[in-house]
């Protein structure tokens, strides 16, 4: 089964505006983490919460995570251009394998 | 913080040919590192698990005569992929694990895109 499905897969929004992502996962984890790709590029470590958490913040990120639903969001608030890029949530399960979701493409207009 | 490195950052090859991708964990040690493949606007796929003095654990699906994983120290893992075609052009991205117990974090390498012809 997938792990990971998030949406939407496409969020285009003008600057300052907030964008949301959302991420859904099928089994238990040890925690949700949240990561940010440039295209061509690598992966930059967001924000990570665990599993006993509901929600966290990290400057202008704030993720909540619903473990009855199996559900997080990632809310980046006052959005820039520079925040232009694909966003993946990732599980932590045993051993600490990740299993990263589809990802959002997210485009700020200037 | 933590900083990953991958070389080649591109590299093309003929049909038949093996091409290795080096990781390296430039200012930590890492005992664990792991292997990512990644299609065009898709996810990243576990590959395989990288122990260090230990054979890699690879995910099912995975041919590990096809893509020979070496961990020989603990701040370098190899992935080589072996007589390589066109169906193995992808972007592979290693990461290098801080941590044993308790809270562990991925660092990933900025990536190797192969493009096999």
């Known amino acids: 089964s997938q792990q990971g499905e998030e949406d939407p897969q496409a969020l285009s929004i003008q600057e300052g505006e907030n964008a949301t992502m959302n991420c859904s996962y099928k089994?238990?984890?040890?925690?949700l983490q949240w990561y940010r790709q440039n295209s061509g590029r690598g992966l930059v470590h967001l924000i990570l919460?665990?599993?006993?958490?509901r929600e966290k913040h990290s400057g202008r990120l704030r993720v909540t995570l619903d473990t009855s639903k199996k559900s997080s969001s990632l809310l980046i608030t006052a959005s820039r251009a520079a925040d232009t890029a694909s966003y993946f949530c990732?599980?932590?399960?045993?051993?600490?394998?990740?299993?990263f979701g589809e990802g959002t493409q997210l485009t700020v207009n200037p | 913080g933590a900083v990953v490195s991958q070389h080649p950052s591109r590299v093309i090859c003929k049909s038949g040919t093996s091409v290795k991708i080096e990781c390296r964990s430039l200012?930590?040690?890492?005992?664990?590192m792991f292997w990512y493949r990644q299609f065009p606007k898709k996810s990243l796929m576990l590959m395989a698990t990288?122990?260090?003095?230990?054979?890699?654990?690879?995910e099912q699906g995975v041919e590990k005569d096809k893509f020979l994983i070496n961990h020989a120290s603990l701040t370098l893992s190899t992935l080589t992929v072996t007589s390589a075609h066109p169906e193995d052009s992808s972007f592979y991205i290693c990461?290098?694990?801080?941590?044993?117990?308790?809270?562990?974090?991925?660092?990933f390498g900025p990536g190797t895109r192969l493009l096999v012809l």
């Open positions: 089994t238990s984890i040890n925690n």
């Open positions: 919460i665990r599993s006993n958490e």
């Open positions: 990461s290098a694990q801080i941590g044993t117990s308790g809270t562990k974090t991925q660092y």
């Open positions: 990732a599980t932590e399960t045993s051993g600490s394998r990740l299993t």
């Open positions: 200012d930590f040690q890492a005992t664990t």
């Open positions: 990288s122990n260090e003095g230990s054979k890699a654990t690879y």
